[in-house]
């Protein structure tokens, strides 16, 4: 993917010097939520802010539950850049990425009944109501080209 950004967030390809500063900003609240994550991290992107890494965004595919043309988004962002709308900011930028280079359809989210932060930011970009799916909250949304 090429870099994204809308003006105030950046998101771009993790490089090998990036895997330290990810692990690094692991939490608690990290690990309550996304348990104690992968030695070698390598998300679709990393996020940056005024040229500093504050976290990440990624999607997969390989989920259980997911259709056709859907992808399962994950991200964090760290504790001391949360609550500034930059994890919105981000996965905004990264459904752009989906939409225009990608074929996929629909964004999915699950995410835990208690990340009530989560929870806002499915709700923020338009998601909808969700469903209830293994004492989760899953949440879908469209993919759409810029523009429209």
Known sequence: MKPLTDGVVTI????????????????????????EGDSDPRPTAVIEVDGEVIGWVDFDTDRRWLLAGEVNIGYNVFAAFRGQGYGTRA???????????????TATFL???ANLKSRAVARRLGCGVPAAFDGNRYYKCAVRPTGS
């Open 111 to 113: 995410i835990d009944a």
């Open 12 to 35: 771009r390809p993790p490089r090998d010097a990036d895997a330290a500063t990810l692990i690094a900003g692991r939490d608690d609240e990290f690990r309550r939520f996304l348990g």
């Open 91 to 105: 996965v905004r930028l990264l459904l752009r990425h989906l939409a225009d280079d990608t074929e996929f359809t």
